[in-house]
């Protein structure tokens, strides 16, 4: 069984997770069968007590739940009510868009109405699996950028290759003030859109990984002031811990990869992005 990576230099500034799965982590909700990695994180994590402790213990302040489905959803709400560092973003994620329906989605709407509930996500397109079909998965993006429009939340996107769709979808919707992608996985043509758009980019550990030179170059050219991190846990570790599972006390490697692309120190990068994330997803 992998064990937890060891914890990095503490950051001299503060930062926040803007995106794990903290359900995942403690073994909530278990991963599927052939998912070591989120398997290894289940055993390996603890608690969210423990998990909250050991990022700040690196300068990680804040963490972002993020929903995936209804039951994910209603955990994330929860914990971010019984936990002060915790915060939760809630949807049906598109690998799962068959199962939005009208009443899901309702309650989808009133858990985003709740304070501590600060994004509607994730939602988007993944064209990389088939496990929804493509009428479902824009059915329920589009439904899911109305519900972050009317409760006023930012709009988190998982946008798994499907660039374009994901761009004109959006284009064609009156979306809310805010807009993430998620663990951004464009170049940068698809940074600058996203930049002419005003659209926040989030950025995690496979931007440390040696063949992402692509997605380094489109951290080069976003603007600061739409950038944001995150780890995606327990999914997506940066280097050098590939293959071990992921938690929100790494983020500090992934952020000092962002500043040396970047030429900018560690410190300003996360004051920017701490102050990025205020905009995003409001005063904490």
């Known amino acids: 069984m992998s064990e937890l990576p060891a914890a990095p230099e503490r950051l001299g500034v503060e930062v926040f997770d803007s995106h794990c799965h903290l359900d995942i982590m403690v073994g909530d909700r278990k991963a599927s069968s052939g998912d070591s990695v989120a398997l290894a994180a289940q055993a390996a994590a603890g608690g969210v007590e423990r998990i909250v402790a050991e990022a700040r213990a690196v300068g990680v302040t804040r963490l972002v739940t993020i929903g995936y489905d209804l039951r994910s959803s209603r955990w994330g709400a929860q914990t971010a009510r019984e936990h002060d560092a915790v915060y ?6 598109p690998n799962e868009a068959h199962a939005a329906t009208p009443e899901t989605l309702a309650e989808i709407e009133k858990l985003a109405g709740e304070p501590r509930v600060r994004a509607v996500g994730e939602t988007g397109l993944d064209y990389y699996r088939d ?5 479902d998965q824009h059915a329920s993006f589009r439904a899911h950028i ?6 006023g939340k930012a709009l988190v996107i ?6 374009d769709d994901v761009l004109r979808v959006l284009d064609e919707e009156d979306t809310p003030h805010v807009v993430i992608f998620h663990s951004f996985s464009g170049d940068a043509d698809m940074a600058r859109r996203c930049a002419e758009a005003g ?4 950025f995690s550990g496979p931007v440390t990984y040696k063949n992402a030179a692509d997605l380094r170059e489109a951290a080069r050219v976003a603007p600061e002031e739409l950038l944001l991190v995150e780890t995606d846990a327990p999914y997506l570790p940066p280097t050098p811990h590939r293959g071990k599972p992921n938690a929100p006390y790494l983020i500090p490697l992934t ?4 500043a040396e692309v970047r030429s900018t120190t560690p410190d300003a990068l996360a004051r920017a992005i701490t102050t990025n994330g205020e905009r995003a997803f409001g005063t904490w």
Do not use: K, N, P, Q
């Not at 939760?88 to 994620?93: E, K, P, Q, T």
């Not at 109305?146 to 409760?151: D, F, G, K, L, P």
């Not at 998982?158 to 660039?163: G, L, N, Y």
């Not at 659209?199 to 989030?202: A, K, V």
């Open 131 to 135: 496990w929804a079909s493509r009428d």
């Open 199 to 202: 659209y926040f980019m989030s």
């Open 88 to 93: 939760a973003g809630v949807a049906i994620h």
């Open 255 to 258: 952020l000092r990869c962002l």
């Open 158 to 163: 998982h946008d798994r290759e499907a660039h």
């Open 146 to 151: 109305e519900i972050a429009r009317r409760t």
